[in-house]
C-alpha cells in the first residue's frame, strides 16, 4: 500500500466498530475521501483534535487501488475552529459548508479551488465571528454554485432573454435555472431585490475580504442566499438539512 500525506479539511466522521470511526476528509491533491481511523473514540488516539469538524489538517494515510476506503494513519492539527463552535450560529455556518462539501463534491476528484474557498470561509468566520456570518454564507454559496457550473446569469430573463434592467426586482422558482423579469414571473416565485444581484455581481468579481462594506444582517442578501441554496438542492437532489436552520437565526 503506498504511504500519502495531504493537507486535508475533515468534512464528516461517523462510528465504525469498536473505537473506530468513518472519515470522509477533503484531501488537497486527491479531492474528498473516505477513511477507516482505527482506534479513533478511544480516550488515547493517536489523532487527538485533528478530526474535529472541518479541522485543517496534515493527513497521513494508506491507499490501496482495489478499496474504497483508504488507511488512516495519524495526522497533524494544522488550524482547528475551536475558537468557531463556542458560538450557536458559527457552529451552524460550520455544519453547513461541510454539509454542502459532503454533498456537492464527488470522490477521487482533485478541486484546488473549492478547497481555497473553503480555507477562505473559515478563515473569515474565525477573524469576524458572529459580525461576518451572513457575508461568508453568500459568498460561499455563490461559489460553491458557480464551482459546481450551476450559475446562470443573473442579469438576464431566463424566459425572454431581455435584459433585467437595473434597479428592478426580479424573480425565482424551483422550476426554472435562472431569474425572470415582471412579464415572465412564473407562478408561485419568490423575488430577488437588484441590490442583491449587484451583490453577486460584486462577490464574482472581488475577494470576500474586498467587499464593498455595508450592513451584514440576516436580512442583507436574503433572497440572494435562498436563490442559491434552492440551485444546491435541485442539482444535489436533497434537501439541505442546515439551510433552514440558518434561515431561523
Not at 466498530?17 to 488515547?44: C, H, N, P, T, Y
Not at 482495489?66 to 475552529?81: A, F, H, M
Not at 425572454?160 to 416565485?189: K, M, W
Request: charged residues 25%; glycine residues 6%.
Amino acid at each position: 500500500m503506498p504511504a500519502r500525506e495531504s493537507e486535508a479539511l475533515v468534512l464528516r466522521t461517523y462510528p465504525f466498530r469498536e473505537g473506530d470511526l468513518i472519515v470522509s476528509f477533503l484531501a488537497r491533491d486527491q479531492g474528498r475521501l473516505r477513511g477507516v481511523a482505527r482506534g479513533a473514540r478511544r480516550m488515547k488516539s493517536r489523532f487527538g483534535a485533528g478530526l474535529e469538524r472541518l479541522a485543517h489538517v496534515r493527513m497521513f494515510y494508506f491507499q490501496r487501488e482495489s478499496r474504497e476506503l483508504v488507511s488512516l494513519d495519524s495526522c497533524e492539527l494544522i488550524e482547528s475552529q475551536f475558537s468557531v463552535v463556542s458560538d450557536y450560529s458559527l457552529g451552524v455556518a460550520l455544519d453547513f459548508l461541510a454539509e454542502v462539501s459532503e454533498q456537492l463534491l464527488p470522490e477521487h476528484e482533485p478541486n484546488d479551488r473549492y478547497f481555497r474557498l473553503l480555507l477562505l470561509a473559515l478563515d473569515w468566520l474565525r477573524q469576524n465571528g458572529p459580525a461576518g456570518l451572513w457575508a461568508v454564507l453568500t459568498y460561499f454559496s455563490l461559489w460553491a454554485v458557480r464551482l459546481g457550473g450551476w450559475l446562470p446569469d443573473l442579469t438576464a430573463c431566463q424566459g425572454c432573454g431581455v435584459d433585467l434592467p437595473p434597479g428592478e426586482t426580479a424573480y425565482f422558482a424551483r422550476s426554472l435555472p435562472g431569474l425572470s423579469c415582471h412579464r415572465c414571473r412564473p407562478a408561485n416565485s419568490w423575488s430577488m431585490a437588484a441590490g442583491s444581484r449587484d451583490i453577486a455581481a460584486e462577490m464574482q468579481q472581488v475577494s470576500l475580504r474586498k467587499l464593498e462594506p455595508r450592513c451584514w444582517d440576516r436580512h442583507a442578501a436574503a433572497d440572494l442566499r435562498q436563490f442559491l441554496w434552492q440551485r444546491l438542492e435541485e442539482h444535489l437532489e436533497r434537501k439541505l438539512v442546515t439551510a433552514p436552520v440558518l434561515a431561523q437565526l
